[in-house]
C-alpha cells in the first residue's frame, strides 16, 4: 500500500462482515461518508475506533481532508444506522437508548428503543454534541456485549471440537480393536492348518509303518511268502514314489534300477530349491554317497513315502 492511501473499515458489530474501502489522504470526509451511507443508509454515524472520535453527516469535519483528521494508513470505524443513534428529552436520564427495539428500557415508552418517552410530553433531539457522547456509551456497551458473545461462542466452539475430539478417539479404539481381532483370528486359522498338516503327515507315517510291518510279517510267515514278494519286482519293477515337500505332497512312478539322484532332480525341478530326501522308515537321511545307488539297492521297492527337506533348514 502506497504511503498516500487509507484503508476504511466499516462493522456494525465485532463479529459483522467489514466493509473496506482505499481512499486517498487528500480525500474528504464526505466522501468516505457517501461510500458509508451506501452500507449504512443516510444519516448514519462513525466511531473511530482506536480515537473514540464521533463523526455525523452534519459535522464541519466533513470538509477536511483525511490527512488533516489524522485518518491515515488503516481505520476502523463502528458505524451506527441513523434509526439507532440515541434521541432523548433535553432534560432526565437517558434510558433504554442502547439495543434499537430491545425490550429493557424503563419509562411509560416501555419497549426501549432509540427514543424515550419521559412523563413530559414535550419530546426533541439531543444536541449534536449530546447525541455524539450517546452514541458512543452505545457503541462502547455495545462492543461490551459483542465482547461477551464472542466469548460464548468460542466457549461453545470448544466444547464441539472436544466431542468431535472424542467421537474420533472412541472410533480409533474402536478400529484398533477390530484390527487387533482379526489379526488374533488369522493367527488362530494359521496354527490350526499347520496342526492339521502335522497330523495328516503323522497319519501318513503311521500307515506307511502298518503297510512295511504287513509285508515283513507276510514275508516271513509262510512258504509262498517269497512268491509273494519277488514275483511283483519281476512283474513290473515300478516304484511308486510319494514325496512330502513342506506343504506340497509330489507322486512319480521311477523304475527300481534308477538312482536316487533322478528322483532328487525330480523334486528340485519341482519345488525349486535344493533339498534333501529321507526315509519315513525306517527313518534314513539319505546321504551324498545314496545318490548314485539304484532305488532297489537302498530297499525303496513298491511304493515309498520319503520327506524332502529344505537344504537351507
Do not use: C
Not at 461453545?156 to 474420533?168: A, H, P, S, V, Y
Amino acid at each position: 500500500m502506497s504511503s498516500g492511501e487509507v484503508t476504511i473499515e466499516v462493522r456494525e458489530s465485532a463479529a459483522s462482515k467489514p466493509y473496506v474501502e482505499v481512499f486517498q489522504e487528500d480525500q474528504k470526509l464526505w466522501e468516505v461518508f457517501k461510500f458509508v451511507e451506501d452500507y449504512l443508509g443516510p444519516g448514519a454515524m462513525l466511531w473511530n475506533v482506536n480515537t473514540q472520535d464521533i463523526y455525523t453527516s452534519g459535522d464541519k469535519a466533513m470538509k477536511k481532508s483525511l490527512q488533516d483528521l489524522g485518518l491515515t494508513g488503516h481505520v476502523m470505524f463502528m458505524g451506527v444506522r441513523k434509526d439507532r443513534i440515541p434521541r432523548m428529552p433535553a432534560r432526565g436520564p437517558v434510558r433504554g437508548a442502547i439495543g434499537g427495539g430491545g425490550g429493557g428500557g424503563s419509562g411509560r415508552g416501555g419497549g426501549g428503543g432509540s427514543h424515550y418517552h419521559g412523563e413530559s410530553s414535550n419530546e426533541h433531539s439531543l444536541s449534536l454534541e449530546e447525541r455524539k457522547e450517546r452514541a458512543k456509551q452505545f457503541l462502547q456497551e455495545k462492543r461490551q456485549i459483542d465482547k461477551a458473545a464472542a466469548v460464548e461462542a468460542e466457549k461453545e466452539k470448544e466444547k464441539e471440537r472436544r466431542r468431535i475430539g472424542q467421537e474420533l478417539m472412541r472410533e480409533k479404539i474402536k478400529k484398533e480393536k477390530e484390527e487387533m481381532k482379526k489379526v488374533s483370528e488369522s493367527i488362530a486359522k494359521r496354527k490350526a492348518s499347520k496342526r492339521a498338516e502335522l497330523e495328516a503327515i503323522r497319519a501318513e507315517i503311521a500307515r506307511d509303518k502298518e503297510m512295511r510291518k504287513k509285508e515283513r510279517e507276510g514275508s516271513s510267515s509262510s512258504t509262498p511268502a517269497p512268491v509273494k514278494t519277488v514275483t511283483p519286482a519281476v512283474r513290473d519293477g515300478k516304484v511308486k514314489m510319494k514325496i512330502k515337500v513342506a506343504d506340497s505332497t509330489l507322486m512319480k512312478t521311477f523304475e527300481e534300477t534308477d538312482l536316487l539322484s533322478n528322483v532328487l532332480d525330480y523334486v528340485k525341478q519341482e519345488v525349486k530349491q535344493e533339498v534333501t530326501l529321507s526315509n519315513t522308515y525306517p527313518r534314513k537321511d539319505f546321504k551324498s554317497e545314496d545318490l548314485i545307488q539304484s532305488l532297489s539297492s537302498l530297499g525303496l521297492t513298491g511304493n515309498v513315502s520319503l520327506v524332502g527337506k529344505s537344504a537351507a533348514a
